[in-house]
């Protein structure tokens, strides 16, 4: 399907984390170890938080590992928060509009997982979109359409619940179309300065995804280790698949959870999709 990686801590250059690790997302795209396949060459994207209000992002449609401008990009770019995403269809086209992240002002969104037979469930989940923010979907992706159903029920107001109740949606109008398991899903949502990250699948046998430990404890750990002393306390990394493989550094996340990260501060919380207001009456 995709891998992803959600930073956040003292400015890093792109390189340090789509190259050079062991596991880097560039190599993840040809030889991914924990994904639904092995490599992921259809398109990929950064976004990333400037000086502006408004987050920066590149999409291209080239496999990561063969783009020279991001290559170029990444020695040279520099940030505080990344989200980063490399891209296996599952079934709709390779073009720039279906690369994640996803952006409404603010807010970036990226997805790994389904939405299982998105053709059949496509009509309902689109027209229950805010009419103001249907306009904006660009591409054709269950992943795109997914984000706005999470704007719709208020994800600048309540992430968690935003989300839970596109789920909830998701779930109870596969369901009416005989899905058995309507969605698998990891998702990183932030407004650039917080981090959501989901994971959940409706067969509880959700996608890979792990959460970075504490960089202070690691530096004490390996004293030597010079990637480590260039971070700050605060740095905090969410990923599909870890990223090297440093004993410690790494922890699952839990089915069914969803993790917070703020500053320095990590949180994990159960969730549960829950089905609409409107949709319940």
């Known amino acids: 399907m995709c891998r992803w990686l959600a930073y956040s801590g003292s400015p890093v250059l792109l390189e340090d984390l789509l190259y050079k690790p062991s596991n880097s997302l560039v190599m993840q795209s040809k030889h991914s170890r924990m994904g639904a396949e092995t490599t992921n060459g259809d398109g990929f994207g950064v976004g990333w938080y400037g000086a502006g209000p408004i987050p920066g992002v590149f999409h291209s449609t080239e496999p990561a590992w063969h783009d020279r401008n991001l290559r170029e990009l990444s020695g040279h770019a520099m940030a505080s928060r990344i989200f980063a995403h490399i891209r296996a269809t599952t079934g709709t086209a390779v073009q720039q509009t279906n690369c994640h992240p996803f952006r409404h002002g603010r807010w970036l969104w990226m997805h790994n997982g389904v939405l299982t037979d998105f053709p059949k469930v496509k009509r309902d989940l689109a027209l229950a979109v805010a009419p103001d923010l249907f306009p904006e979907i660009e591409g054709s992706t269950d992943s795109e359409l997914f984000f706005h159903l999470a704007l719709t029920f ?18 109870d109008t596969g369901r009416r179309h005989g899905i058995d398991y309507p969605i698998q899903m990891t998702v990183a949502t932030t407004d650039g300065d917080t981090t959501w990250a989901f994971r959940y699948s409706s067969e509880g046998n959700s996608r890979s995804l792990f959460h970075s430990t504490d960089i202070a404890t690691l530096r004490h750990q390996y004293p030597d280790h010079p990637l480590l002393h260039g971070l700050s306390d605060d740095t905090r990394l969410v990923v599909s ?3 090297g493989d440093l004993r410690g550094a790494w922890r699952e996340v839990p089915d069914a959870t969803c993790v917070v990260v703020h500053g320095g501060e ?4 159960p969730f549960t999709p829950e089905l609409p207001v409107a949709a319940a009456v």
């Not at 109740?165 to 998701?170: F, R, S």
């Not at 990590?266 to 919380?269: D, W």
Request: aromatic content about 4%; hydrophobic content about 40%; charged content about 25%.
């Open 154 to 171: 208020g994800l600048e107001r309540d992430p968690q619940s935003a989300v839970a109740q596109a789920v909830g949606l998701i779930e």
């Open 241 to 243: 698949e870890p990223l």
């Open 266 to 269: 990590q949180e994990m919380y």
